[in-house]
């Protein structure tokens, strides 16, 4: 049973055994959530006197990087960032796909004389940006929103084809304060993995929700971090619905933060969860946004017909379950300083990495058996490169180290003649100068790899063709 929540008070921790304190009582040993605690309800301001560390990473690695052509938090990718962030939208669109989402893609920009969405504008006033085309001013998209909820305005949808799930990878504008705008942390423009679900009414919504926070959990567990959770709701909807904070609760088992202090009527939404990531400055980064909508299917017109022939209007889960791509890469990054501070190499996940496999002819001589190396291993859906430079193979290896390259095999005499390679895993002491066969390796990426998309290098074979981007 869920304690009567303490009169007054606008946060409450929820523990996991289901009892709530005040945040100032809080006494639990999750540095992380103590991280949210002080951003959120005690407004301590972080005193940052160093950068984070994604943003040498991303330099270093010649990842992504601010576009000095555009506005402020517009970021330009280079082909590594680029297909970093192509194999994440794989990643996620095969996330919604197994959950039986349809996916579109719609326009970025919408007219604000239409009365809902100057509503918006309205709501979130100096932060949009505005446009004109002919004698019309249109507002850049903040998420993919409009877009869905025009399709299903116009959609013929039967109780049948509920929970409808619709997604798109949307462009989104926000003009964040130039000042807070920076790295990967915060853009004007992002991409935001959006999943709206229709559903017939608020129960069907609650059991919707529940399914997919279980699953944004997950996604970030996939990928080595977990989160700190804060639910916004009024207090009248947190007193009918403590069976299902509670069942929120229990899919996670880790103190939440609830605010009761939202104002009845004032929003579309009844719940609000924000699922936070905490990074190297113990800032706590906003990375999944989940709504439960019911309001918006009245505002924008849509329906869906009933048992009895009936229209009605939907209750909508709006998902953001790896909130933008942008945020992603930061935690992905930030993650792996956090495993350097461990005193471990840092890396990304083999199969996210730019290039798994890197070939070190000594000389001239040992081309030919590297490209047949480097054939074999492209066939078999490896990204690999040549380091043909003319330069010492100390050289090569510091290089290969410096850009994370997660496994190279060097190629001399003895193993043009050998059937056989020397091959070096970052960080594995086991695998320093390891002697497998070619297949052997093969097997070792896709083990590692299995189920997670694949796509073919962005960047050329042989090293000294490439050019430097950063
Ligand atoms: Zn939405």
Same mark, same amino acid.
């Given at each position: ?38 951003? =959120? ?76 969405? %100057? ?7 100096? %932060? ?57 942390? +915060? ?20 059991? =919707? ?16 971090? @977990? ?44 719940? @609000? ?8 400055? %113990? ?74 496999? +890197? ?55 003895? =193993? ?16 320093? @100068? ?13 083990? +590692? ?22």
């Amino acid at each position: 049973m869920i304690q009567k929540p303490i009169p007054h008070a606008d946060y409450l921790v929820l523990l996991p055994n289901n009892s709530l304190v005040l945040p100032e009582n809080y006494s639990g040993d999750s540095k992380d959530f103590q991280a949210l605690l002080n951003r =959120e309800v005690f407004h301590k301001s972080i005193d940052v006197k160093e950068a984070p560390p994604h943003l040498k990473i991303m330099k270093q690695l010649e990842l992504v990087d601010h576009e000095d052509l555009s506005d402020h938090g517009h970021l330009r990718l280079y082909p590594k960032g680029a297909l970093i962030m192509d194999l994440l939208s794989d990643y996620l669109l095969e996330a919604v796909l197994e959950e039986g989402a349809y996916p579109i893609k719609d326009s970025s920009m919408y007219d604000i004389s239409v009365e809902p969405i %100057r509503r918006h504008v309205e709501l979130f006033g100096d %932060r949009v940006y505005l446009l004109k085309a002919d004698d019309r001013e249109f507002v850049l998209r903040y998420a993919a929103c409009f877009g869905q909820f025009s399709i299903l305005k116009n959609a013929l949808v039967s109780y049948r084809s509920l929970p409808l799930k619709l997604f798109e990878l949307a462009d989104s504008y926000r003009l964040e304060q130039s000042g807070e705008v920076g790295g990967l942390f +915060r853009q004007r423009r992002f991409h935001m993995g959006d999943l709206h679900v229709l559903c017939r009414d608020l129960q069907s919504a609650k059991q =919707e929700f529940l399914k997919l926070y279980i699953k944004a959990h997950r996604l970030a567990h996939e990928f080595g971090w @977990n989160y700190v959770a804060m639910v916004n709701m009024c207090r009248s909807f947190y007193d009918r619905n403590k069976d299902f904070i509670s069942d929120l609760l229990q899919a996670y088992s880790k103190p939440m933060l609830l605010y009761l202090g939202v104002p009845e009527d004032k929003y579309y939404w009844v719940i @609000n969860i924000d699922l936070d990531y905490i990074d190297n400055l %113990r800032r706590p980064v906003e990375s999944v946004g989940m709504q439960i909508d019911v309001g918006n299917a009245e505002r924008f017109d849509i329906q869906f017909v009933d048992e009895n022939g009936k229209e009605k209007h939907p209750v909508i889960i709006h998902a953001a379950l790896m909130g933008s791509l942008e945020r992603w890469l930061n935690n992905i990054l930030e993650n792996a300083a956090k495993q350097q501070k461990q005193g471990k190499l840092p890396s990304l996940p083999l199969w996210l990495l730019p290039i798994q496999v +890197r070939i070190l002819p000594i000389a001239d001589r040992h081309m030919s058996k590297a490209l047949e190396i480097a054939h074999k291993l492209k066939d078999s859906e490896v990204r690999l490169d040549i380091d043909d430079r003319p330069i010492s193979l100390q050289r090569k290896i510091r290089d290969a180290r410096k850009e994370w390259i997660p496994l190279y095999t060097v190629v001399g005499d003895q =193993e043009v003649q050998s059937d056989r390679l020397s091959v070096s895993v970052r960080g594995d002491k086991e695998y320093e @100068n390891k002697w497998v066969s070619l297949d052997e390796l093969i097997q070792f990426i896709q083990l +590692r790899c299995c189920n997670k998309p694949f796509r073919r290098s962005y960047v050329s074979m042989m090293l000294s063709r490439r050019p430097r981007f950063a």
